[in-house]
């Protein structure tokens, strides 16, 4: 069945550093993905999204791109803040098209 | 602004009690869903609801039930709580507006500890 892939945390970087968050998916045809992110204490938001192949979403500095060759969305941000420091999950539509697959989620923490 | 709110953020019970999880969305949208998350584990889907009265297993729906008798409210059963069924429960809900498109808004989870 589909599935989510992605690295595991926690990772720990300092303010500026870059980001980069693998993640890797198994799905029958081209499904859309998608990054959420979770701040300490709250739900889910979505970060970015794409729907088809090499389309890149962006939201607040982050971008991640749709490789279909790769099967991969890695979440990537050229400086992290602290304010960056949350769970970050990656995400596909299941088959049917009814439900969201995440990932296990990748916590970061961004020091000053 | 789009809002989905649960009835509790943080809950105790004890083991063999029925226990109601609430949550409602104010967007008019058709789906709404029910995750648990744990450690380690991620989201993992109990149930949603593509319309009123309707429901669909998730992933994980043993020891669960839903109930969607208006279009804004979602319910999550839990018949006789485990402990094992201590987690954070999110509730989410969407607009379905292409197939495979459309994103999901999540209320702010409920902490359940079971005893």
């Known amino acids: 069945g589909d599935s989510v892939t992605q690295m595991e945390g926690p990772v720990t970087l300092s303010e500026e550093a870059f980001l980069t968050i693998n993640c890797t998916y198994t799905?029958?045809?081209?499904?859309?993905l998608f990054w959420y992110v979770q701040y300490p204490g709250e739900g889910l938001q979505l970060l970015l999204k794409?729907?088809?192949?090499?389309d890149k979403g962006s939201n607040k500095g982050f971008e991640a791109t749709y490789r279909k060759e790769t099967t991969s969305f890695h979440l990537e941000k050229g400086s992290v803040q602290v304010s960056d420091s949350a769970v970050y999950f990656c995400?596909?539509?299941?088959?049917?098209?009814?439900?969201?697959?995440f990932g296990k989620g990748t916590t970061l923490s961004v020091s000053s | 602004d789009v809002k989905v709110t649960q009835s509790s953020r943080y809950l105790v019970k004890r083991t063999g009690e029925k226990v109601f999880l609430e949550c409602v969305q104010d967007?008019?949208?058709?789906?709404m869903f029910w995750y648990r998350q744990d450690p380690g584990l991620g989201l993992r889907l109990i149930y949603f609801?593509?319309?009123?009265?309707?429901?669909e297993k998730g992933d994980i729906p043993e020891g669960y039930s839903v109930s969607r008798e208006k279009k804004e409210r979602f319910s999550l059963i839990l018949e006789s709580a485990s402990t094992n069924q201590t987690s954070m429960y999110l509730c989410?809900?969407?607009?379905?507006?292409?197939?495979?498109?459309?994103?999901?808004?999540f209320g702010p989870g409920t902490r359940l500890t079971v005893t």
């Open positions: 995400a596909l539509f299941n088959q049917a098209g009814t439900a969201l697959i």
């Open positions: 609801s593509y319309d009123v009265k309707m429901k």
């Open positions: 967007m008019d949208h058709e789906n």
């Open positions: 799905a029958t045809g081209y499904p859309s």
């Open positions: 989410a809900s969407s607009l379905e507006l292409a197939l495979g498109t459309y994103e999901q808004y």
């Open positions: 794409a729907t088809k192949a090499d």
